[in-house]
């Protein structure tokens, strides 16, 4: 993600807006038809944008307690009609449940706690993570 990690900032996504046409231009150049949008932490910024503007153009969202859920309303999420797996480790005191308020208001979303796993469920419990992941795939047809 441009601007995060090693990767040099860009001007085009300093806007939620311009984050939106980045993974435009992203899945386009991929050639990727209605992705499931896997969204851990940071990229929050990134994919929730993407799913209030763009949401009909995903197969599904799978956010992983992403950053960013409090700066949308309820109502803008109500909107939502992607089928979504709200997913967050047990151990994850702040993110997790921060996250949950708000995209619990996603009208086809189902929630999976991973146990004994912190914000990086995926890293601390891959198994279970991927359990719950899977599961949900096998329903998006």
Avoid at 17 to 41: I, N
Avoid at 66 to 82: I, S
Avoid at 97 to 122: E, I, K, N, T, W
């Amino acid at each position: 993600m441009p601007g995060y990690g090693d990767s040099p900032p860009a001007e085009m996504v300093a806007t939620a807006q311009g984050r939106v046409a980045f993974l435009d231009h992203v899945l386009q150049e991929l050639g990727m038809w209605r992705p499931v949008l896997v969204s851990p932490s940071m990229s929050g910024r990134f994919a929730l944008p993407f799913l209030l503007a763009r949401g009909d153009w995903l197969a599904g969202f799978v956010p992983i307690a992403p950053v960013g859920t409090k700066d949308y309303t309820a109502e803008q999420y109500r909107r939502v009609q992607t089928p979504t797996l709200i997913l967050y480790g047990d151990r994850d005191t702040s993110l997790g449940p921060q996250a949950l308020q708000s995209l619990q208001h996603l009208p086809r979303h189902r929630v999976a706690v991973v146990p004994d796993a912190g914000h990086a469920c995926y890293l601390d419990k891959p198994e279970d993570f991927h359990r719950a992941l899977l599961g949900f795939l096998r329903q998006l047809k």
